[in-house]
Nanobody, 115 residues
Framework: QVQLVESGGGLVQPGGSLRLSCAAS????????MGWYRQVPGKQRDLVAG???????NYTDSVKGRFTISRDNAKNTVYLQMNTLKPKDTAVYYC?????????WGQGTQVTVSS
């Protein structure tokens, strides 16, 4: 049974930081490309950051320089360090795992940036 469990979301003031974690089980984690997506009500789910099985990273333009994605294959966990948060970063953040035609999602964690 595959599980992706996100944690670390919450309420933070503008300019603050959060670190999201996604713990994977039931997959050979080191072989998967991992990603963080976010979604606000009424809009599509968009890629925020990705990291390949080889460690190559990519980011959407709006988070470059503020967010950092990383992975710990020994812990089967992918992280998203989010700094200098802005109200427009408010969304539900989802973890994603992809290997060839296999594609899995976590349940999401809410991030709210507000004063």
């Amino acid at each position: 049974q595959v599980q992706l469990v996100e944690s670390g979301g919450g309420l933070v003031q503008p300019g603050g930081s959060l670190r999201l974690s996604c713990a994977a089980s039931g997959i050979f984690f080191s072989s998967y490309d991992m990603g963080w997506y976010r979604q606000v009500p009424g809009k599509q789910r968009d890629l925020v950051a990705g990291i390949t099985s080889g460690g190559t990273t990519n980011y959407t333009d709006s988070v470059k320089g503020r967010f950092t994605i990383s992975r710990d294959n020994a812990k089967n966990t992918v992280y998203l360090q989010m700094n200098t948060l802005k109200p427009k970063d408010t969304a539900v953040y989802y973890c994603n795992a992809v290997f060839r035609r296999l594609h899995y999602w976590g349940q999401g964690t809410q991030v709210t940036v507000s004063s």
